[in-house]
């Protein structure tokens, strides 16, 4: 049979941010993946431990779905089983494994993915979401804050990976060098 339709991919434009989102994840738990519990603690030259990092893009998407997507507040169970703090810093609780971390991170990634699955298109691009940013409140749209998102989660597997790279003294594999661009 044939089929005539204008495009074969997704209908939503969140699905195209969202798969930005997904990849994005997938990167970083590669790279958890390949470490031990006790590497997740591991702290250098004043800079967070990677458990750190992991609970703060946790609670930082949690703020995002909760505060700004769903216009509520974060609640006083999710402020404890995200061990939110008054003092605004990237720590984490001692003696935590690895799976307590990617429970956190896969909880509010469903939270994110549900709360984008039921948007129309329109209220994806519609700047109605109203936000304190830097003292100052700003309206943005449900698509900047994916897009927000995925900036904010790629900036700091950046951080952690290199963290692991100085825990390990090794270098990047910079594939990227080999590209045809460089070879101009």
């Known amino acids: 049979m044939e089929i005539r339709e204008l495009s074969s991919g997704e209908a939503r434009d969140s699905r195209y941010l969202l798969d930005g989102l997904i990849e994005t994840r997938e990167k970083l738990l590669e790279m958890i993946d390949e470490v031990d519990d006790g590497d997740l603690y591991y702290q250098t030259q004043g ?57 956190r991170l896969g909880e509010v990634r469903m939270l994110t993915r549900e709360h984008y699955m039921k948007m129309s298109d329109i209220e994806f691009k519609r700047p109605a979401l109203e936000v304190k940013l830097k003292g100052e409140m700003v309206r943005c749209s449900p698509e900047w804050v994916l897009y927000h998102l995925i900036d904010h989660e790629a900036y700091h597997r950046g951080q952690v990976a290199l963290i692991f790279r100085m825990m390990n003294g090794t270098r990047e594999k910079w594939d990227h060098f080999n590209t045809p661009y460089l070879s101009m």
Do not use: C, M
Request: glycine content about 6%.
């Open 47 to 103: 800079l967070p431990a990677p458990a750190g990092y992991l609970l703060h893009l946790a609670q930082v998407e949690l703020f995002w779905n909760k505060v700004v997507l769903q216009q509520g507040s974060v609640s006083d169970e999710d402020r404890q089983r995200f061990h939110f703090q008054e003092k605004q810093e990237i720590s984490a609780p001692e003696g935590k494994d690895k799976s307590w971390f990617l429970a």
